[in-house]
């Protein structure tokens, strides 16, 4: 993502106009837009016009809106991103009030303008720091990951945010049982072998050095592995012999994608994996999970028992660690991301703990909403923190659904 211009006052306002220029930017703006923020981008519409003879023609122009934000649809996988609302600056072609989709696109600006106290929360702690992520250069690495058994592939890349599958290969494999099927099984392995590793070229770039992951039951991912070196070797493809050292093979369960999540947990992956975003997160949540086993109580989670325990101090220096989902931050009520920002800042900046905000779309994210969206590991003990909160609010629970909160109590 490139920063074309801001324009942010002392009170959180103002604008910020982004250029993004890969898919993964269209997470960033997905978590940035909030509705009640105004959004300018270019736009196609459709304009039916009538001559003086009374016939109708219908033409599509290009020009430029700005719409009170409503609604998002994200698609996670082709990331195209989809934002709704209701035009607030007319135009020739355009009138106050009406509703549009602008659909936003690589290499299109887009400007984002946040209202503070009168709007959706201004541009607060989580969105700055979201900004700041977006435009750094050096983000965490992309780890590419072949998913496979006999005759199946699963081709997916992990970003710092998410896991996408990009293609999948299925083939006939016939078994080696019978007089004369080794040979046939053989072939068709190869021929298997070959369709993959193609297919994966066409999506690596081998002028970059980052992990591919070959992961299977039995011995087929280091079988491909020797295939895709042999292959190397045979063709004079020196770029794809330089990526020897970032090949890393594992067991699966199976070649199906969800196979990926166990694959990623297991010690040896997380070793090779410890310079990426998701290997670090995966790794908090595995410890908290340790933490709430043991029931030593130093783990949280939910948002009441959380919020107590930062107000007892536990989720401060010397190991406090607040776990938080990305999707809590896109509430649309904008008191209920207020209290979410609020806490994230409280134990940041006050208290000195560290705040790991985790995508929604990654495995580790996923866990944590099951938790609640919300956990935390302590620096100290404290045990029975939902009872201490009974007598406020008669004993009742926070509601989350798919990470949406209403910030009341029933």
Do not use: C
Request: net charge negative; glycine share 10%; hydrophobic share 35%.
């Amino acid at each position: 993502m490139r920063l074309i211009k801001q324009s942010l006052t002392s009170d959180d306002t103002g604008s910020i106009t982004l250029l993004p220029e890969d898919p993964e930017d269209m997470w960033y703006a997905y978590n940035l837009i909030r509705p009640t923020d105004l959004l300018r981008a270019s736009a196609v519409r459709r304009v039916t016009t009538e001559s003086t003879t009374g016939s109708t023609s219908s033409t599509r122009v290009h020009i430029n809106l700005l719409i009170a934000v409503e609604k998002l649809d994200f698609d996670t996988q082709s990331s195209q991103l989809h934002v709704s609302g209701r035009i607030v600056e007319e135009t020739k072609y355009t009138k106050v009030g009406q509703w549009h989709t602008l659909d936003l696109e690589l290499n299109r600006n887009f400007t984002l303008e946040k209202l503070g106290d009168g709007g959706g929360g201004g541009w607060d702690s989580v969105a700055r720091g979201l900004v700041r992520e977006a435009i750094d250069p050096v983000r965490s690495a992309d780890v590419w990951a072949v998913v496979m058994q006999e005759g199946l592939a699963h081709l997916a890349v992990l970003t710092g945010n998410r896991t996408v599958l990009r293609q999948k290969v299925e083939m006939a494999v016939p078994k080696k049982r019978g007089t004369g099927r080794q040979g046939d099984h053989d072939k068709a392995l190869d021929k298997f072998f070959q369709t993959t590793l193609d297919t994966l070229l066409r999506q690596l770039d081998l002028s970059e050095s980052k992990p591919i992951l070959l992961a299977s039951p039995g011995f087929v991912a280091q079988a491909f592995l020797k295939f895709i070196l042999e292959s190397a070797t045979r063709t004079g493809n020196k770029a794809l012999l330089a990526q020897k050292p970032n090949f890393v093979v594992a067991h699966a369960a199976s070649g199906y994608l969800h196979s990926l999540t166990e694959v990623l947990q297991t010690p040896e992956v997380l070793a090779r994996l410890k310079d990426t975003k998701y290997a670090r997160e995966t790794k908090l949540m595995d410890s908290f999970m340790n933490l709430l086993y043991k029931d030593d109580g130093k783990a949280a989670y939910g948002p009441r028992e959380v919020e107590q325990a930062v107000d007892k101090g536990a989720v401060g220096r010397g190991g406090g660690v607040l776990l938080i989902s990305d999707s809590l931050f896109r509430a649309q009520d904008v008191g209920v991301r207020r209290r979410w920002v609020g806490l994230v800042d409280r134990v940041r900046e006050i208290e000195g703990g560290e705040v790991r905000v985790l995508s929604s779309t990654h495995q580790s994210g996923q866990q944590l909403e099951g938790l609640g969206g919300i956990a935390a590991i302590l620096t100290f003990p404290l045990e029975y923190l939902d009872e201490d909160g009974e007598e406020d609010d008669g004993g009742t629970e926070d509601i989350i659904t798919n990470g949406n909160t209403n910030g009341t109590t029933t």
